[in-house]
Nanobody, 119 residues
Framework: QVQVVESGGGLVQAGGSLRLSCEVSGSFFSINDMGWYRRTPGKQRELVAIITRGGNTNYADSVKGRFTIARDNAKNTVNLQMNSLKLEDTAVYLC?????????????WGQGTQVTVSS
């Protein structure tokens, strides 16, 4: 069982910046990948950025060069720095964690934090 606390969402004008944070706690053996997804009405949940335990990253094409993901393995946290925000970045952003509990691998998404970009 894991608990995820997301923070940092809000309202920002186009071109502005926000920083999302996610802290993971609970009972697990190890955390593997961490990342962020986003969800908008009428669309499927999509991957925004993901980072492995070793620090390898992968980004959606739509955010490359604007968003940066980073994690702190000692604190079980993952952050998403979002710059040059666009109207189409408006969404609920969900923290994602893949973890092991014994020999079983689990995936978990947080409740999300709202990001709204205005013109």
């Amino acid at each position: 069982q894991v608990q995820v606390v997301e923070s940092g969402g809000g309202l920002v004008q186009a071109g502005g910046s926000l920083r999302l944070s996610c802290e993971v706690s609970g009972s697990f053996f190890s955390i593997n990948d961490m990342g962020w997804y986003r969800r908008t009405p009428g669309k499927q949940r999509e991957l925004v950025a993901i980072i492995t335990r070793g620090g390898n990253t992968n980004y959606a094409d739509s955010v490359k060069g604007r968003f940066t993901i980073a994690r702190d393995n000692a604190k079980n946290t993952v952050n998403l720095q979002m710059n040059s925000l666009k109207l189409e970045d408006t969404a609920v952003y969900l923290c994602y964690v893949q973890y092991n509990d014994g020999d079983v691998r689990y995936e978990y998404w947080g409740q999300g934090t709202q990001v709204t970009v205005s013109s």
